[in-house]
């Protein structure tokens, strides 16, 4: 049994008022999701984690962390930056939802209609961005998922255990319950 806890990945960095969190403090189940803003496979889960958040409501919180994989998608690190732009004006749920209501689209030009459409300050915004202000808060989050284990996206931590499983809305789910169940 001590051999197989050993195995089972953790989050190392517990969730925080620093994460970006939908959902109580004190709900049964914290799921915590390492994204990518431009992953056709974070595109699909966006998806499915709204079907699980309004089954769930305020039974779950969700945080969600950036894992930007510069390599293969090169626009997921400004993506995620224009994130934590909004963020600093209060913002970050809503453009969380644009980026990935937009995937196909998330260029600097795309990304500043964003900031329009949300009425950010924009100049604000565009400052920020140019000067990659929020570059070292990215990283933070990449780093603590390298920490935890994590080496793709999406990745999922249900009450700070990797979840392994597949990810569609019933498997997801159902591990949440669990969770739920054995957090009463």
């Known amino acids: 049994m001590a051999q197989l806890q050993s195995r089972v990945a953790r989050l190392v960095v517990p969730v925080s008022e620093r994460d ?15 994204g990518d ?17 309004s089954r769930f409501g305020r039974r779950l919180r969700f945080a969600y962390r950036h894992f930007p994989l510069a390599e293969i998608h090169p626009l997921a690190v400004g993506a ?8 600093a004006q209060g913002r970050f749920w809503e453009m969380h939802d ?14 500043m209609r964003y900031a329009h459409q949300l009425e950010l300050d924009v100049a604000r915004f565009v400052n920020e961005l140019a000067r990659h202000t929020y570059e070292g808060r ?10 935890s284990g994590v080496n793709g996206t999406p990745t999922f931590f249900i009450n700070g255990i990797r979840h392994d499983g597949p990810w569609d809305v ?5 591990a949440l319950m669990v969770a739920a169940q054995l957090h009463a």
């Open 37 to 53: 803003y431009q992953c056709p496979y974070c595109g699909q889960a966006y998806g499915i984690l709204k079907t699980i958040q």
């Open 20 to 34: 970006h969190t939908y959902g109580p403090a004190d709900a049964p189940v914290t799921l915590v999701e390492y």
């Open 80 to 87: 995620a930056e224009a994130a934590e732009a909004a963020a």
């Open 98 to 111: 644009l980026l990935y209501e937009n995937q196909p689209v998330l260029g600097e030009s795309d990304l």
């Open 170 to 174: 019933d498997t997801l789910t159902e």
């Open 138 to 147: 990215v990283r933070e989050d990449f780093m603590s998922g390298v920490r």
